[in-house]
């Protein structure tokens, strides 16, 4: 079973970061970081959420909880998109991939033109 511990860890080793670059992006001190890593210490729900933030994973990976990284919001959010493709018209049928590509690059220009 994985920790949250475990997964900071984890996600820690892949941004190649060391303990103290990840503390100094939150204002904190290394031993800190090290505590939270071998569960000896865990960190408020505040914390929780920031960390999950800045390793664009949900909370619930974070803790353990499941296996799925992505939010909820993430995971809805691409299924529309896919839904718009797939609907019961058969778009996916009449459309050359390069109209669907641009069809998934245009709904990208718009979440960022309106990102607030």
């Keep these: 079973m994985n920790t949250f511990g475990d997964r900071l860890r984890q996600l820690r080793i892949n941004k190649e970061l060391t303990q103290e670059e990840l503390a100094n992006q939150f204002g904190l001190h290394k031993t800190r970081i090290s505590q939270y890593e071998l ?20 909370v619930d990976y974070l803790i353990g ?28 049928d009449e459309l050359p991939d390069e109209a669907k590509k641009e069809i998934k690059d245009f709904i990208e220009y718009i979440k960022h033109k309106y990102k607030k």
């Design 39 to 58: 569960n000896k210490r865990q960190a408020d729900d505040e914390l929780k959420k920031k960390f999950a933030e800045y390793f664009d994973v949900s």
């Design 65 to 92: 909880n499941t296996e799925i990284k992505e939010s909820a919001d993430k995971l809805l959010k691409y299924k529309s998109v896919t839904i718009a493709l797939h609907n019961k018209n058969g778009i996916d």
